[in-house]
């Protein structure tokens, strides 16, 4: 399985980075996994929703070229359905066993994601209705692909 995880900025903070390369390292032992990472674009606070727009337009065009033709891809969304780890993982080996061996995961930036990527994404998935710092979501999603294919 050749899995990518395609997120908008950089890890700023190192007790992330830290969790971040334990996963991956764990995870190399199973499958090949690229982190991707594209520009985010400044999103001060107070922006009117056409500026949000624009932002998340922007983002999502870098998103969109560094999505592979050939993957079956997720987009981490609020509005997604949420699985349990155990269904998470079935969904993962039901994918390798109908020779989707290329997965991308997107994640997008802090205003969420381009209405273009949502409506490329092959699954739209949710880990909780709460809204978490997308830097944090790559570490809960490595953890929950490290689990996934641990088992």
Known sequence: ??????????????????????????IGRFCSLELVQV???????????AQE??????????????????SYTIALAIEGH?????????????????????????????LGLDEAILKRADLLLSFSRFTFPHQLMRLLLLEQIYKALSR
């Open 53 to 70: 727009e624009a932002v998340k337009a922007k983002e999502g065009q870098q998103i969109l070229k560094a999505i592979r033709s050939n």
């Open 82 to 110: 949420a699985l349990s780890t155990q269904a998470f993982s079935g969904k993962l080996k039901d994918l390798a066993l109908n020779k989707k061996r290329c997965i991308d995961f997107i994640i997008g930036g802090s």
């Open 1 to 26: 399985m050749d899995i990518r995880i395609i997120a908008v900025g950089k890890i700023k903070e190192r007790y992330l980075q830290q969790g971040i390369d334990a996963y991956l390292k764990g």
């Open 39 to 49: 520009a985010d674009e400044r999103a001060p606070q107070g922006l009117s929703l």
